[in-house]
């Protein structure tokens, strides 16, 4: 059973920095594609960043393209996403998400779900 379990969330002010993980276990080859989604408040969910096996930035969504960077370890059984000059845009449940590529990237609807972490960022 593939479990998925983010950290690193937490409060931030404007213009600072913050590192989320995801650690996968029951992690098998058939699900490669792993990255994340954010949802805040009354909005709806969107891709954030994703990874394809054998590369590491495949997709930024437009709004953190300069700032985010998704990277994986060489095990490829934990997920980051480092993320820089945070805004309060930022402000949103992060989760990490896990699935064939076609459908994390291209449909939206990953297999498997973190539980989420929250990232709150104060102006």
């Known amino acids: 059973q593939v479990q998925l379990v983010e950290s690193g969330g937490g409060s931030v002010q404007a213009g600072g920095a913050l590192r989320l993980s995801c650690a996968a276990s029951?992690?098998?080859?058939?699900?490669?594609?792993m990255g994340w989604f954010r949802q805040a408040a009354g909005k709806e969910r969107e891709r954030v960043a994703f990874?394809?096996?054998?590369?590491?930035?495949?997709y930024y969504a437009a709004s953190v393209n300069d700032r985010f960077t998704n990277s994986q370890d060489n095990a490829k059984t934990t997920v980051y996403l480092h993320m820089n000059s945070l805004k309060p845009e930022d402000t949103a449940m992060y989760y990490c998400?896990?699935?064939?590529?076609?459908?994390?990237?291209?449909?939206?609807?990953?297999?498997?779900w973190g539980q989420g972490t929250q990232v709150t960022v104060s102006s």
């Open positions: 029951g992690y098998t080859g058939s699900d490669n594609t």
């Open positions: 990874i394809y096996p054998g590369e590491i930035r495949t």
């Open positions: 998400v896990a699935g064939r590529g076609s459908a994390v990237v291209v449909a939206g609807t990953p297999t498997y």
